[in-house]
C-alpha cells in the first residue's frame, strides 16, 4: 500500500485531495497546524502529525518513508498583505523540498497556481509562459517565488519533482469568497459582479484528481496546467444563476470601479467611529 505524505491537508484542495487518496486504498500522513479541524482526518484513518512547514523539524518524522510527497499547503489571503506570505508560501515550500530531498521521497508535487503568469491580458498561454508580474495579488507574488526561485531550481538539481498548476477553483468546501458570492447568489443577494476579469475555472473534485495524475503519471520535472474552461467573473455567474433559476446580478463594473470601492472599503474598516 503506497504511503504518502500530504501538508494542507485540513484545507480546500488538501482535503478533497486525502479523501480521494484514501478512496484509492492509500495510507495518507498529514501535517497538520490545527489538531481541532481534524474530525475528517481522524474519520478517514489519516496519520496525523502535528507541525507546520515553516518548522522544517516538524517534516522530517511524518515524511519519513513516504512513496510520495504532495504540497498543497498555502497561505491564501486575497487583498492582505503582510509577511506571513512569504513565510508558509516561499520558506515553506523550500522546508517541504529541501526535506523530501534529504529523506529520498521517490517523487513529489508541487501545487503552484496559474496566478504566477500574472495578467496575460486574455492571452491563453501553456506552461511555457514566463511573466515577472505584474500580480494582482501577495498570494500570486509569493507563489511566483517559491515555483521559480525555490521549486525549478531544485528541480534543475535533481529533485524528483511534478509542478502542478490549478487555476480558480470552486466547489464544496471552498471558503474564499467566490463561495461567499455563490452562496449571495443563490439568496438573490449578490446584485454585482465585476467584469473584465477572467479566470480558468475547476471544479474541486476534477483538480484533487488531476494531482493524483500527477503524481501517478507525470513526468519528472515537468509543469502541468489544472485548469477548466475561461469565463469572465461576470459570465461564470450568469452562468450558476441559470443553472439555479436566479436571477443573475444586473450590474457589472470594471476592474477600476472594484479597486476604488475595495480601497474605500478598506479605509472605512480603519476608522474608529467610537
Not at 7 to 30: D, P, S
Not at 93 to 102: A, D, G, K, N, Q
Not at 209 to 217: N, Y
Request: aromatic share 8%.
Amino acid at each position: 500500500m503506497p504511503r504518502y505524505f500530504v501538508t494542507g491537508a485540513t484545507g480546500f484542495i488538501g482535503g478533497e485531495l486525502v479523501k480521494q487518496l484514501v478512496g484509492r486504498g492509500h495510507q495518507v500522513v498529514a501535517l497538520v497546524r490545527s489538531p481541532d479541524r481534524t474530525t475528517v482526518l481522524r474519520a478517514l484513518g489519516v496519520e496525523l502529525y502535528t507541525g507546520d512547514i515553516v518548522d522544517r523539524e516538524s517534516l522530517r518524522a511524518p515524511m519519513m518513508g513516504a512513496d510520495g510527497v504532495f504540497h498543497v499547503a498555502a497561505w491564501y489571503k486575497i487583498g492582505q498583505r503582510g509577511p506571513h506570505a512569504a513565510r508558509v508560501n516561499v520558506d515553506g515550500t523550500r522546508h517541504v523540498l529541501e526535506t523530501m530531498r534529504e529523506v529520498g521521497v521517490p517523487k513529489g508535487v508541487y501545487t503552484s497556481t496559474v496566478g504566477v503568469f500574472g495578467d496575460t491580458h486574455g492571452e491563453l498561454v501553456d506552461e511555457g509562459y514566463f511573466a515577472r508580474g505584474p500580480f494582482l495579488t501577495e498570494y500570486d507574488r509569493t507563489k511566483w517565488k517559491a515555483h521559480y526561485e525555490v521549486a525549478l531550481p531544485m528541480i534543475e538539481a535533481g529533485l524528483p519533482l511534478v509542478i502542478a498548476m490549478p487555476g480558480l477553483v470552486y466547489g464544496p468546501g471552498d471558503t474564499s469568497a467566490v463561495r461567499t458570492s455563490l452562496v449571495r447568489l443563490l439568496r438573490g443577494r449578490l446584485p454585482i459582479t465585476p467584469t473584465g476579469s477572467s479566470y480558468c475555472w475547476g471544479y474541486i473534485e476534477d483538480t484533487a484528481r488531476g494531482l493524483i495524475q500527477a503524481l501517478e503519471a507525470g513526468k519528472t520535472g515537468e509543469s502541468y496546467l489544472l485548469t477548466g474552461p475561461v469565463h469572465d467573473f461576470d459570465a461564470a455567474f450568469d452562468i450558476a444563476a441559470r443553472l439555479a433559476n436566479r436571477h443573475p446580478p444586473l450590474l457589472h463594473p470594471g476592474p477600476t470601479f472594484m479597486r476604488v470601492a475595495a480601497a474605500a472599503a478598506r479605509a472605512l474598516e480603519s476608522v474608529d467611529l467610537r
